[in-house]
């Protein structure tokens, strides 16, 4: 479906019953699972506990990570940082995935104020998941069934660690597309292999940190066009990290094999971007349109795309990449897919683009859709694992329909959700104890989350938070947004 607004999309708060949704997927040949009605309590299938491979999880929830770009510039959590970790702890869920990336060095930081794990910030780290444990037990009564990870990251390519808009890249291979979006010229350095045994290292002196900080597991980030990610996807790249999948994956094990010998009590897990597609363009005035290929086929930089046909997804390499994440003994998996860099309408599904984006090139419930189909074959493929599933913030009111359906039928173990919790915070809670959702709360996906950051601000919820609504950035961000409108269109 193609558009040159939104304004041939149906907006789902439109809806005011479930019929009407699932008549609305039917009418789309939209496959997504969704109930009619509700449990609540102990009967309620997000409410089930999960006993597997050792680890104890209290109920079906996820929370995804999310940065707030709102540390100091010494990568030290504010504030704001501890609101939004306070906020996902008393949520409800039992699984904190990560809590948000934080950078295992400082040039790969992905902006000035996210956080980064050092010698200075371990006790800061330690203190910002007290603070969400101590919530969740005042919210819930119970801490062990509750699992909290740490998000490690490097940022790679889009590392941006001193000043906003001053890209400093890291790169491990030329990238014929994305190159020129962050300004890398022909002659600009790859990470040599060196510089990756350094990384190696500081992911592993990461878990060191992260397991003295109390955390329960890391996540070795390998999504949304970081540097995990890119060496998915290094086809091109020679030596040691490039080329055959062998290669591609060195990093990860050993980053896993780094992080078993110094951190042995650490669960380790991996968010993957599990599928992607070519980078996208377009302004806030246009429809998304995937870049030109010309003469870029067979595509041979991507990861989880068909090199034939790069815009549909193929997971042959996908399915040896879990393969080899079970053969790791890698317990927790959490299915993503393509970057909010180059392709957000494929990562986080919107009514509205972010201001730095495009207006959806598709129905954004194809895009949840596609990520809930792919971690349902990965989850049947792989029962032993832990799968979170993403994606789910666009269903909005029929979120809780969709969740219960997808973990009934074995979609997914866990539902992860992202943006619904900076907007309602408390939906988790709600849905188990059967109350009634609070609409004023429910995530529109407006984007200004992400809109935010790119106009230098802290992230978060400034339509439907009230201390985000009312605040001067508040202010600085519509202005932004509506100089940034008056550029596009001259
Ligand atoms: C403001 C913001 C910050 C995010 N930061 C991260 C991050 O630090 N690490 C990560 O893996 N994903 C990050 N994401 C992606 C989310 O975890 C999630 O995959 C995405 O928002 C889609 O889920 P949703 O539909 O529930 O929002 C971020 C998303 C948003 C909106
Ligand atoms: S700003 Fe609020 S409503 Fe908009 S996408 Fe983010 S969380 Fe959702």
Not at 36 to 60: F, M, V, Y
Not at 374 to 393: C, D, H, M, N, W
Request: aromatic share 8%; charged share 20%.
């Amino acid at each position: 479906m193609t558009q040159s607004s939104n304004s041939s999309l149906v907006h789902l708060g439109g809806f005011r019953d479930v019929g009407s949704f699932r008549s609305h997927l039917a009418k789309l040949q939209i496959n997504i699972p969704c109930d009619d009605d509700l449990s609540s309590g102990d009967s309620s299938p997000l409410a089930q506990s999960i006993h597997r491979s050792g680890i104890h999880l209290g109920n079906r929830f996820a929370i995804q990570p999310m940065e707030g770009w709102d540390g100091t510039t010494d990568g030290r959590p504010t504030e704001l940082t501890f609101r939004r970790w306070k906020r996902f702890g008393l949520s409800g869920a039992k699984l904190i995935w990560g809590g948000e990336a934080v950078a295992v060095r400082h040039d790969g930081r992905a902006n000035p104020n996210q956080l980064a794990i050092n010698e200075r910030s371990t006790e800061d780290l330690n203190a910002l998941r007290q603070a969400l444990v101590n919530e969740h037990r005042n919210a819930t009564g119970s801490t062990t069934d509750l699992l909290v990870g740490l998000q490690l990251t490097h940022s790679g390519r889009y590392s941006q660690p001193n000043v906003q808009h001053r890209p400093e890249p890291k790169i491990l291979y030329h990238h014929p597309i994305l190159d020129r979006r962050v300004g890398i010229s022909s002659d600009y350095p790859l990470l040599t292999d060196g510089n990756i045994g350094e990384i190696v290292e500081d992911f592993c002196q990461a878990a060191v940190r992260a397991q003295a900080a109390g955390f329960d597991f890391i996540d070795i980030k390998h999504c949304h066009g970081y540097l995990g990610h890119e060496f998915l996807s290094a086809h091109t790249r020679d030596g040691a990290y490039g080329g055959s999948f062998e290669n591609r994956t060195r990093f990860l094990r050993e980053v896993v094999q780094g992080v078993r010998a110094v951190a042995p009590r650490l669960l380790i897990g991996v968010r993957v971007s599990a599928f992607d597609t070519v980078p996208f363009r377009g302004k806030m005035i246009g429809t998304g349109a995937a870049e030109g290929l010309n003469d870029l086929l067979p595509y041979r930089w991507g990861f989880g795309v068909n090199i034939e046909n790069p815009t549909e997804y193929d997971l042959r390499e996908p399915l040896l990449f879990m393969h080899l994440l079970a053969r790791l003994g890698v317990k927790l998996v959490n299915i993503s897919a393509g970057s909010p860099y180059y392709n957000p309408h494929i990562q986080r599904p919107a009514f509205y683009p972010p201001s730095d984006g495009y207006f959806p090139p598709e129905d954004p419930l194809l895009g949840v859709a596609r990520q809930m189909e792919v971690t349902r074959i990965l989850k049947q493929l792989f029962p032993e694992l832990i799968i979170v599933g993403s994606a789910y913030s666009y269903l909005q009111d029929f979120l809780p329909h969709v969740a219960q359906a997808a973990v009934r039928e074995d979609w997914t173990d866990c539902v992860g959700l992202g943006r619904m919790i900076l907007s309602y915070p408390n939906l988790p809670l709600d849905v188990i104890k059967g109350r009634k959702l609070q609409r004023k709360k429910i995530c529109r996906t407006f984007s200004d989350c992400t809109s935010a950051p790119r106009a230098g601000l802290p992230s978060g919820c400034y339509p439907l938070d009230l201390e985000y609504r009312q605040s001067e950035n508040a202010v600085i961000l519509k202005r932004s947004k509506a100089q940034k409108k008056i550029d596009d269109e001259h």
